[in-house]
T-cell receptor, first 113, second 114 residues
């Protein structure tokens, strides 16, 4: 089946540093979604991308829908301790009620104060 | 606004015992509903999804079953739990039929089978 390659698997950074993570696939997606999961909680939607080339910001977060529709990246600027968590990308093939949403395996972010 | 509730938050059950996890959504009608399992705090595995009352699709063969007795209620069950059923179970909803509609997750149930 389709797979998303999300990298890096984990990151240890200093507070104030910028963060970049990405997802790639051999499949073309119609939608890219980025989620953040805090420990012991469900993932929360951060950014949704619907058009190739689209660049969307949400506060210190910026995500882009790759022009080939096979990749997406998420950047976090000036990281703070509360950015700690697991970040998931998800690609949606579209069509059908289930939408064929495929998740990456996550990037675990640790921030040192 | 829409909200999703899952319970219980944590559960410890012995091997061979039954399971029932419940999820309800408020503030929307005819949602798509989903059950995911997450092992070791990482990847999300889709277990079941439903596009309507009584309509359940299973993504992986397993010891679990799902039911949707009401429009906004989704239940995950097992007749006899296995050790391998331990994990973090997440319920989610999305807008039915809307292309690209994101999933919105509940806060999860941590299940430990002993």
């Amino acid at each position: 089946g389709q797979q998303l390659n999300q990298s890096p698997q984990s990151m240890f950074i200093q507070e104030g540093e910028d963060v970049s993570m990405n997802c790639t696939s051999s499949s073309i997606f119609n939608t890219w979604l980025w989620y953040k999961q805090d420990p012991g909680e469900g993932p929360v939607l951060l950014i949704a991308l619907y058009k190739a080339g689209e660049l969307t910001s949400n506060g210190r977060l910026t995500a882009q829908f790759g022009i080939t529709r096979k990749d997406s990246f998420l950047n976090i600027s000036a990281s703070i301790p509360s950015d700690v968590g697991i970040y998931f990308c998800a690609g949606q093939l579209g069509g059908g009620s289930q939408g064929n949403l495929i998740f990456g395996k996550g990037t675990k972010l640790s921030v040192k104060p | 606004s829409q909200t999703i509730h899952q319970w219980p938050a944590t559960l410890v059950q012995p091997v061979g015992s039954p399971l029932s996890l419940e999820c309800t959504v408020e503030g929307t009608s005819n949602p798509n509903l989903y059950w995911y399992r997450q092992a070791a705090g990482r990847g999300l595995q889709l277990l079941f999804y439903s596009i309507g009352i009584g309509q359940i699709s299973s993504e992986v063969p397993q010891n679990l079953s799902a039911s949707r007795p009401q429009d906004r209620q989704f239940i995950l069950s097992s007749k006899k739990l296995l050790l391998s059923d331990s994990g973090f179970y997440l319920c989610a909803w999305s807008v039915l039929g809307r292309l690209g509609s994101p999933l919105h997750f509940g806060n999860g149930t941590r299940l430990t089978v002993t």
